[in-house]
């Protein structure tokens, strides 16, 4: 047991053993299942007795949550003992994880799966403290809705979120980002062979790249009308510059020694450019891909608060805010964080899948 | 007959911040059809500049070169050399085999002939079985094998090797040095090879060429007179112990002249 696992485990059994004892003033058939669990994590310091698996700490931390989650209230004013069993809980599922990560460290590295578990556990357990916190607290859903309610939403409003996600994802965010990518591409190309745009275009890039979308957002609606096809303007313009930088950079990537290999097959300007110089690049345009994928969202939804017709992610933030409707901003909010984690993991695989030689990929030897 | 390689009076001198650089001055040097020629001496004595210049990797500041009676230009446009680097440059992105077939692609060989000359190259450098292993999955040796296999490839009748086994332990170096001249024997190429060894450059050569540096010039050539046919203990007898003084005293009176001026 390393030094944080001993001490995690003997505030989790000692908080639990605390929590019990003030429980007991309460009637006995009030919030049984909360006592049972600090019952059995006051008897969980046994553990310095006799080894307890990892698994006793999952089962006390899952135990925990449900407890809390369906004895919320049943006290009237939340006494003081529920505060702690709530902390005695997040430590056990600490501690679990503590213990899980160090039992898969070595099978870790081959095993994306498992690497996702511990992310996993992370996530659940910070709902669960978050659903128990703001309506064990009483927190004004104006401020902080609880997760339940963000579900029920979520659930409530499906076709409402579904055609904003259409409107802001799918005729926006996805064309805006294809448009602006694939031209940051070709001008980094053409830029590329031609001394005089190099020097012109790129110092122009930067300082496109410094502009507030706030600043070319309504712009952009003045020039390509309220709907989609401004907001994916946008997207393109706050694209395209990370994606001829990157690339401009990455198509100087290869080294000299490669670069005089081909020159001694005589191989022509394309050949050079399609066999090794784009390969090469390879990593610097996957890292504008990913940058450019939270961009393109952010872009879309921002921009939409520059007037938009009645549907989109950003107009139903907007909207919400000013009408108190926090629980469907927040749905939006959580649709949003989705969608554009799922953008990016697709286009991290993507990216492992074609520069999987690259050391920082295969993890490997130079 | 014209020669592979002409030199006459060539110089070729490096601007640099601090000043200029010469790399190479006033070589004079002929190499035949079928010669197996050696570059010997201390670092910066200009072997790596002078297979360059002849690859047309790097441009003379003076005198004339030819290679096969052209300009290196044409001659480079022509295919006419393959060349080794001193580290495999092997793209990661490729397989070996494609690695190999590299040269193939770009000259426009069909698809049958890659892989017909691809299996025959890697055959001849022992490779066969690591046709889709990736360059970073084989050890270092292997990597340079790959890349004389893709210098091969081409069939070109010129092979420029600099330091081809430089990084490799002296068991590998010797098995692949005995390779290296069945391969010259049975292919009647022309080959420059850029090495340290002294050794090494006497087992392999027809001619060796001593160089010695600041400036980077050429202080001896000398003929070697072993047969074609070398086995590895041919390096015990009189003959080679012989050639191998006469390059030993030629590096030394490079040396010395180069104490001179420190
Ligand atoms: N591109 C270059 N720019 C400037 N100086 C160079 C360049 N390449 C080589 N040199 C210099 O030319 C000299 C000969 O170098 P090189 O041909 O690499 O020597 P060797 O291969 O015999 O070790 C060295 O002094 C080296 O520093
Ligand atoms: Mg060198």
Not at chain 1, 85 to 110: N, Q, T
Not at chain 1, 120 to 127: E, T
Not at chain 1, 206 to 235: H, T
Not at chain 2, 153 to 177: K, Q, S, T, W, Y
Request: hydrophobic content about 50%; aromatic content about 10%; some cysteine.
């Amino acid at each position: 047991m390393s030094q944080l696992q001993f001490f995690l485990a003997l505030v989790a059994g000692g908080l639990s053993a605390a929590a019990f004892a003030l429980s007991v003033v309460t009637p006995f058939e009030q919030g049984l299942l909360l006592k049972a669990f600090l019952a059995l994590g006051f008897m969980s310091l046994i553990r310095f007795f006799l080894p307890l698996g990892l698994w006793a700490d999952a089962a006390l931390a899952l135990l925990g949550a449900v407890a809390l989650l369906t004895t919320i209230g049943a006290f009237g004013p939340t006494p003081a003992f529920f505060w702690m069993a709530l902390v005695g809980a997040w430590l056990f599922s600490w501690l679990f994880v503590e213990r899980l990560s160090k039992a898969l460290a070595p099978r870790l590295s081959d095993n994306a799966g498992l690497g996702l578990l511990i992310p996993m556990v992370f996530g659940m357990a910070l709902l669960v403290i978050w659903e128990v916190v703001t309506r064990g607290a009483n927190v004004p859903p104006v401020l902080l809705p609880a997760p339940s309610m963000i579900g029920a939403q979520l659930a409530n409003s499906a076709p409402i979120l579904w055609a904003d996600f259409v409107q802001t994802f799918i005729k926006s965010v996805l064309p805006g980002y294809a448009i602006g990518c694939l031209s940051g591409l070709v001008v980094a190309i053409l830029v590329d062979r031609s001394p005089f745009l190099k020097a012109g275009l790129l110092p122009i890039g930067n300082f496109m790249s410094a502009l507030p979308i706030i600043g070319i957002a309504p712009i952009m609606v003045m020039w390509f009308g309220f709907d989609w096809q401004s907001k994916a303007a946008v997207v393109v313009a706050m694209t395209f510059f990370p994606m001829l930088v990157n690339t401009v950079a990455g198509l100087n990537a290869s080294s000299a020694i490669e670069r005089d290999l081909m020159a001694t097959y005589a191989a022509d300007y394309w050949q050079t450019l399609m066999k090794l110089r784009l390969p090469a690049a390879g990593p610097f345009i996957f890292n504008a891909l990913k940058i450019n994928s939270t961009l393109a969202l952010i872009g879309a939804i921002v921009a939409e608060f520059f007037g938009t017709p009645i549907v989109g992610m950003g107009f139903r933030i907007s909207t919400g805010v000013g009408r108190l409707a926090i629980d469907l901003v927040w749905a939006e909010i959580a649709v949003a964080a989705v969608a554009g984690s799922a953008f990016y993991g697709v286009i991290a695989l993507i990216e492992r899948g074609v520069t999987f030689w690259h050391p920082s990929v295969r993890g490997g030897r130079a | 007959m014209t020669a592979v390689v002409s030199a006459q009076n060539l110089g070729l001198t490096f601007k640099t911040n601090d000043g200029d650089v010469v790399a190479l001055s006033d070589v004079n040097l002929t190499i035949d059809k079928g010669e197996f020629v050696s570059f010997i001496g201390p670092s910066g004595c200009g072997k790596t500049t002078f297979l360059r210049t002849i690859a047309d990797l790097e441009q003379p500041t003076s005198g004339t070169l030819t290679i096969n009676g052209q300009s290196p230009e044409n001659a480079r446009k022509d295919r006419a050399y393959g060349y080794v680097f001193q580290a495999p440059a092997l793209y990661p992105w490729r397989t070996i085999e494609k690695n190999i077939a590299l040269p193939l692609e770009i000259m426009g060989h069909s698809k049958s002939q890659q892989a017909e000359r691809v299996k025959r190259t890697m055959d001849l450098v022992n490779l066969s079985g690591f046709e889709k292993k990736y360059p970073w999955q084989l050890s270092g040796g292997m990597q340079q094998r790959a890349s004389i296999a893709r210098a091969l490839a081409f069939d070109a009748d010129l092979l420029l090797m600099d330091e081809p086994f430089g990084a490799l332990d002296e068991i590998v170096r010797d098995h692949l040095n005995s390779e290296l001249l069945k391969l010259w024997d049975r292919t009647k190429k022309t080959i420059c090879f850029v090495t340290h060894s002294i050794p090494e450059a006497v087992f392999l050569s027809t001619k060796i060429v001593v160089m010695s540096p600041r400036p980077g010039r050429v202080t001896d050539i000398i003929e070697s007179n072993l047969p074609r046919e070398r086995p590895l203990d041919i390096r015990e007898t009189p003959e080679f112990l012989a050639i191998a003084a006469r390059v030993r005293d030629g590096l030394r009176a490079g040396h010395s002249y180069d104490e001179d001026h420190i």
